[in-house]
């Protein structure tokens, strides 16, 4: 496992996003590769940063930087893991494959941009606006790495990216909710004005 590989083809995915699935394709991931030596970092810069940049915010919502960060990154880790097994377990459906590996590495892949972004915003308010982007970004990435990694056929491509957004955003809710809940609850905002 190259290291350099994976943030090399993260480059290719911001210029030449057909060839950067082919060659994730081609290099064939196991999960727990791009679980532990690309998601992870990622993750916990995205998670770092986001705790930097609510600042004042997390007093109010009562929470610690140490609680933020658990939702933050352990969410989005449960969310992308639970998200490619569903995803998995329903891509038959789609004539797609049911690869585990597949979908784990198209999804955390295709989510990059958005970890990237939201890396980027904190430094200032002003890039805020990144966020948009990157989740724009991330769509159409998804929705191309679908046909080439997990071989959706092209007219069941576009059912198959709507149920597989549907999933994620719908995991990452429920996830949060769970991780808040499990770490104190939501704070009684009434005492906050």
Same mark, same amino acid.
């Not at 590996?101 to 002003?126: G, K, M, N, Q, T």
């Not at 957004?165 to 949060?176: N, P």
């Given at each position: 496992?190259?290291?350099?590989?994976?943030?090399?083809?993260?480059?290719?995915?911001?210029?030449?996003?057909?060839? %950067?699935? =082919?060659?994730?394709?081609?290099?064939?991931?196991?999960?727990?590769?791009?679980?532990?030596?690309?998601?992870f970092p990622l993750l916990f810069l995205s998670s770092i940063s986001n705790v930097?940049?609510?600042?004042?915010?997390? !007093?109010?919502?009562?929470?610690?930087?140490?609680?933020?960060?658990i939702v933050t990154f352990l969410g989005s880790l449960v969310a992308i893991i639970a998200t490619a097994w569903m995803v998995a377990a329903m891509a038959p459906r789609f004539e797609a494959s049911d690869s585990y590996?597949?979908?784990? %590495?198209? =999804? %955390?892949?295709?989510?990059?941009?958005?970890?990237?972004? !939201?890396? =980027? !915003?904190?430094?200032?308010?002003?890039?805020?606006? =990144?966020n948009l982007a990157a989740v724009i970004i991330t769509l159409l990435l998804y929705f191309k790495g679908t046909g080439i990694i997990t071989k959706v056929p092209a007219h069941k491509q576009m059912g198959f990216t709507i149920v597989s957004?549907?999933?994620?955003?719908?995991?990452?809710?429920?996830?949060?909710i769970i991780f808040v809940l499990m770490l104190g609850g939501i704070p009684n905002l009434e005492n906050t004005y």
């Open positions: 496992m190259d290291i350099n590989s994976l943030f090399r083809i993260q480059g290719l995915l911001f210029t030449n996003q057909h060839k %950067a699935w =082919l060659e994730i394709k081609e290099m064939n991931y196991t999960w727990k590769q791009v679980i532990f030596y690309y998601l930097f940049f609510m600042g004042e915010q997390l !007093s109010m919502l009562g929470f610690t930087p140490n609680q933020m960060f590996d597949h979908h784990i %590495a198209l =999804l %955390a892949f295709a989510y990059s941009p958005v970890y990237i972004a !939201s890396v =980027l !915003s904190s430094f200032h308010e002003v890039l805020q606006i =990144l957004l549907i999933i994620l955003f719908g995991m990452r809710l429920i996830i949060t």
